[in-house]
């Protein structure tokens, strides 16, 4: 069964390649745990459309699957350009101003953010994903700066900005992100995804708002920016303030450097396990299967990295949402994960696992080493909230994480933890069994060549609320 069951999590990013229910349903179908819809594009005629069949998918299978907005944030993007082309050559001069609509064809280029009260005089500015390196000469106006080009390049239209020593002072939540997350807290999103995150308060912002919609959905920080990553305090400080984080590789190598890519990755993997918080791995996972049916070996490598050093889930963008071949592509990152779990033990981390809540922690230890030491083959987790079994993840055991809870959103919220399987059932005393029991006769759980039965670890509480967890059982299904 365990060499079966995937342990680290598939997220894919729906969008054109992908929209149609039959689509979605074979993504789900051949392994993925959590949709990606990104509020950078499309409408919310088409968000509802995605809504409901990421929904239909998830019951047709059986289980939960999570559904993650990521928030466009200030996504700083240079408007239309004549004939959709600017040259620039070392040393011009060009100028980025917020109230021009139209480019004539000068060196006046609209820009869809107003940076004049942002920025200061000889400040970096990356465009075109760090194509055009330039930094700032003087603040014209008040929506006016000007730019020094610092290579030969071109610019088209829409392209992103990149802004890594500016500070935003915490106005990273713009006006289109808060009408997107009262369609969100009306949709009952389980995870928002917070881009270009610059310090904790950012997610304490972010959460007020959520509350003040009635949205109790969990915060994934998008770690892209510098400022994010300058210390380890700071990251560490991220973590703690939010409920998971991406690594959101892309823009962090624009605003950082590429060669600083790795080392975060690591810290913050190891980070998010110490706090038993999510890490989503993503960009450019198998960016080459947008254009090819298979994945490069240094694509195959990166994967199987993130894996090892225990990541609770790995990012499908473009591969899914625009590449040629999504199905392919969720089914080539599987076998890259089943692989590598069944070959390689995660990295261990440095540090205990804390947490938030010391009882969980001291269960999880007990379980995670009880269920390795008599060779069980499942972990039964009954829980009301998901703590228990977010802490039992955190230590990264080798087994299935068969969780049980009657509340559908935390079963939403568990789909992207690493190892865990989560099923909604009325509560009673003895749902994590009879879960067992029905899943083995449905042929998903397997008893193991030469074993007469399933040697499961069952945690469970006699009260379905937070805390009441308080007995271990070995049981035989």
Not at 234 to 260: H, L, N, P, T
Not at 281 to 293: F, K
Not at 321 to 341: D, W
């Amino acid at each position: 069964m365990s060499k079966l069951f995937k342990r680290t999590k598939i997220l894919a990013t729906i969008g054109p390649a992908t929209f149609s229910k039959e689509k979605i349903e074979d993504l789900i179908m051949a392994g993925v745990n959590g949709c990606r819809l990104n509020f950078s594009h499309g409408d919310y005629v088409e968000r509802d459309q995605q809504i409901q069949w990421i929904r239909e998918a998830a019951e047709k299978k059986g289980r939960s699957v999570a559904i993650l907005q990521d928030l466009q944030g200030p996504k700083i993007r240079l408007g239309d350009l004549r004939d959709n082309h600017y040259d620039v050559k070392k040393g011009d001069h060009f100028i980025l101003d917020h109230a021009v609509e139209e480019h004539k064809g000068d060196n006046v280029l609209p820009v869809q953010y107003n940076l004049a009260d942002k920025v200061k005089v000889d400040e970096p500015i990356s465009l075109f994903d760090g194509k055009v390196k330039t930094h700032v000469v003087r603040v014209l106006s008040k929506t006016a700066i000007e730019v020094e080009a610092e290579n030969d390049g071109f610019l088209m239209s829409h392209k992103g900005l990149n802004l890594p020593d500016t500070d935003f002072g915490g106005d990273i939540i713009t006006e289109k992100d808060m009408a997107d997350i009262e369609f969100g807290a009306s949709r009952d999103f389980d995870f928002v995804a917070l881009s270009f995150v610059q310090s904790a308060s950012d997610i304490e912002k972010l959460r007020q708002i959520l509350l003040s919609h009635g949205s109790t959905a969990q915060i994934i920080a998008k770690i892209e920016t510098k400022k994010a990553i300058e210390t380890d305090e700071a990251m560490e400080a991220i973590v703690e303030a939010s409920d998971g984080i991406m690594v959101a590789r892309g823009d962090m190598a624009v605003e950082a450097g590429a060669e600083v890519v790795p080392i975060v990755q690591r810290k913050l993997i190891a980070m998010c396990r110490e706090h038993s918080k999510i890490c989503i791995v993503a960009t450019q996972m198998m960016g080459s299967m947008v254009d090819n049916p298979e994945p490069t070996r240094a694509e195959v490598s990166d994967v199987a990295n993130a894996v090892i050093q225990g990541a609770d889930a790995v990012m499908l963008s473009d591969e899914t949402a625009n590449g040629k071949y999504p199905l392919e592509t969720v089914k080539a990152m599987k076998k890259v994960i089943l692989y590598t779990q069944n070959h390689s033990h995660v990295s261990p981390i440095n540090h205990e696992v804390t947490g938030d809540f010391k009882n969980y922690d001291a269960i999880s230890n007990a379980v995670t080493a009880l269920s390795e030491k008599i060779d069980a083959d499942i972990i039964i987790c009954q829980t009301a909230t998901g703590a228990t079994a977010a802490a039992i993840s955190a230590q990264r055991p080798k087994l299935p994480i068969i969780t049980v809870t009657s509340n559908a959103r935390v079963a939403g919220q568990l789909a992207l933890t690493y190892a865990n399987s989560a099923f909604v059932r009325p509560y009673t005393e003895t749902y994590g069994l009879d879960l067992a029991q029905e899943l083995k006769e449905q042929g998903y759980l397997q008893v193991e060549e030469g074993k007469k039965d399933l040697l499961a670890v069952i945690i469970s509480g006699h009260k379905d609320e937070m805390g009441g967890t308080d007995t271990i059982q070995l049981v035989h299904v």
